[in-house]
């Protein structure tokens, strides 16, 4: 049962222009979501998060918008940068507990120049 | 950077044979995690450790174990390595509301 889904494996933007990346949970019991950036041979690097008392955050050219009642969540990042070509995971965990992450099956996203 | 180092970074093994993948941290961070990543699957939690000698299972613990007798060091180890364990193994540590994760250590088991 994926609780945390991704369902666009791959998506290509040109440089400039705004990327979007989708997620879609399914456990009403979350409450904090993530999204991490992998590049090849390296570990995810954190790159924002929102709580669920929130419905938008913002860091640089990076916000990501929560909407509860569709249990969806989606980064934006404008201006899309080369350096923005890698793996993106969103991730999500409930209220209490060890902070144990669930993890989407990532979308890796190509910025064209 | 969270002073996360893994250790080896590769490694191939055959099938049967015991392997330990290690996971330091400088920052004395009460929590560690042990994750897998496999394609299609994203990232999948396979132990966890709140405390010296505290840990518990995540969703992928079949097959694992996991020790930790000092605050700094959390050790995976598969008893018995099979194919199916192939994998990259990331290890994380929590601070705040975020977890930090290690570089991955690439296991291939013939």
């Known amino acids: 049962d994926q609780q945390v889904k991704q369902n666009s494996p791959s998506l290509s933007v040109q440089e400039g222009r705004i990327s979007i990346l989708n997620c879609d949970y399914t456990?009403?019991?979350?409450?904090?979501f993530l999204w991490y950036k992998k590049y090849p041979a390296e570990g995810p690097t954190f790159l924002i998060s929102?709580?669920?008392?929130?419905d938008k955050n913002e860091d640089g050219r990076f916000t990501v918008f929560l909407n509860k009642s569709a249990k969806h969540l989606s980064l934006h990042i404008v201006p899309s940068q080369p350096g923005d070509s890698a793996v993106y995971f969103c991730?999500?965990?409930?209220?209490?507990?060890?902070?144990?992450?669930?993890f989407g099956q990532g979308t890796r996203l190509t910025i064209n120049p | 950077d969270a002073g996360i180092t893994q250790s080896p970074r590769h490694k191939v093994t055959e099938t049967g044979t015991p392997v330990t993948l290690r996971c330091h941290q400088t920052?004395?961070?009460?929590?560690m995690y042990w994750y897998r990543q496999d394609p299609g699957h994203g990232l999948r939690l396979i132990h966890y450790?709140?405390?010296?000698?505290?840990?518990d299972k995540g969703e992928v613990s079949d097959g694992y174990s996991v020790s930790r007798s000092k605050t700094e060091d959390f050790l995976l180890t598969l008893e018995s390595a099979t194919s199916s364990q192939t994998s990259v193994y990331f290890c994380?540590?929590?601070?705040?509301?975020?977890?930090?994760f290690g570089p991955g250590t690439r296991l291939t088991v013939l």
């Open positions: 991730a999500a965990r409930k209220a209490q507990g060890a902070q144990k992450l669930v």
């Open positions: 456990n009403s019991m979350f409450d904090y």
């Open positions: 920052e004395n961070h009460r929590y």
């Open positions: 994380a540590i929590s601070a705040g509301d975020t977890q930090y």
């Open positions: 929102i709580s669920s008392i929130k």
């Open positions: 450790s709140y405390g010296v000698k505290d840990t």
